[in-house]
């Protein structure tokens, strides 16, 4: 469900919009609303909210000075501006802040509620995209390449391959069974891969999870064992950090 914060001066207006709309059926919920453009501010930053919808001219701060604050300490949400005042200039700076829309006051009936749908739909879509890039990320990440490497990397990488589903794998494992110390070995694989062991070892066993699931042969707790981890809500916070999605919902 989307969180939405409302920032307007005119109560009428700001009650309309909260209590006029059944946000529940838009899958939004009105987190905060707001009289003024530093209330707007401070709520914003209270909750953050996926989309805010807000006038432009207002006292203390207006609209467009409130979202660009908010730009610049790194605040992206979804934006549509309210205006009274049909001054393309006001457009032209919304668009400049990444605003989703600018509706033109007093707007028809059902024309806020098709603004949000778009924007509902368009964070969906942005959602997935990014899932799915982040899986493809995993999935078609090349293994550091054996032959590219120092022949105790790429005994190291072997030794991984073969051992990732040990819950006990550790830098000291691997060091010991090539005959050298954790710091060289550490230093030697850091700088021929650019990943840290233990960082390779957590892409190769989500690697192997996300392969797993896609079979769909397994439950996810039998993944987790699989690939080495004992506590499943380790793996599955692990999993999501990742892949930005559950190891369930990816399984399903």
Not at 23 to 39: H, I, K, M, N, P
Not at 53 to 78: F, H, Q, T, W
Not at 198 to 223: F, H, P, Q, W
Request: glycine content about 6%; charged content about 30%; proline content about 2%.
């Amino acid at each position: 469900m989307l969180s939405v914060l409302i920032v307007d001066d005119e109560k009428l207006v700001r009650t309309g919009i909260v209590m006029g709309i059944d946000w529940a059926s838009l899958g939004c919920a009105v987190v905060a609303e707001a009289s003024d453009g530093q209330e707007g501010y401070d709520a914003a930053t209270k909750y953050n909210p996926d989309l805010i919808i807000c006038d432009i001219r207002m006292p203390k701060m207006d609209g467009i000075e409130m979202v660009s604050k908010l730009r610049k300490d790194g605040n992206n949400a979804y934006t549509v501006f309210l205006t009274a005042y049909s001054d393309f200039a006001y457009a032209q700076k919304a668009i400049k802040l990444g605003a989703s829309d600018y509706i033109l006051k007093p707007f028809k009936d059902g024309e806020l509620e098709a603004t949000v749908i778009k924007i509902r739909d368009q964070i969906d879509k942005d959602y997935t995209s990014k899932t799915e890039l982040r899986k493809s990320s995993i999935l078609n990440d090349d293994n550091v390449k054996k032959d590219s490497v120092s022949k105790y990397v790429s005994d190291a990488l072997y030794y991984i391959e073969k051992n990732y589903g040990n819950t006990n794998i550790s830098v000291k494992l691997i060091s010991d069974s090539l005959g050298l110390s954790e710091s060289h070995l550490s230093h030697m694989f850091k700088k021929e891969t650019d990943y840290t062991i233990n960082a390779y070892i957590t892409r190769y066993r989500i690697r192997a999870a996300i392969d797993m699931l896609r079979s769909g042969k397994y439950k996810v707790y039998e993944v987790a064992e699989k690939v080495g981890y004992k506590d499943i809500t380790y793996f599955s916070s692990t999993f999501k950090k990742i892949t930005g999605t559950s190891p369930s919902d990816y399984a399903n």
